[in-house]
């Protein structure tokens, strides 16, 4: 049984991924892994790829959504950005 909070942030990928297609991007991968690390969403439009992490709330606060994402998150998903590649 899936947790709230696995259920929250489906849904956000749900609505981010309908977001991006609707600008154009073409999903890639979705959950893509590679040992411990993980991209929530790569896209594709006009030869660029986008490695998109997902944040999703349910309620409280507001804040910037990069703030969000620490160096340490970052460091992680350029990895797995350069794994992808090959």
């Known amino acids: ?6 259920i929250i942030g489906k849904r956000g990928e749900d609505e ?5 297609v609707g600008q154009g991007h073409r999903i890639v ?3 893509w892994r590679w040992g ?4 929530d969403v790569i896209t ?7 490695i998109v992490e997902v944040k999703t709330r349910s309620g409280g606060a507001m804040a910037p959504p990069e703030s969000k994402v620490d160096a340490a998150k970052r460091r ?3 990895r797995a ?4 590649l090959g």
């Open 81 to 84: 950005a350069n794994a992808f």
């Open 44 to 50: 594709l439009k006009d030869r660029v790829l986008h």
């Open 16 to 20: 981010a991924c309908s977001f991006l």
């Open 76 to 78: 992680r998903l350029v």
């Open 36 to 39: 411990h690390l993980e991209v």
């Open 1 to 6: 049984m899936k947790t709230k909070n696995q």
């Open 29 to 31: 991968r979705r959950n």
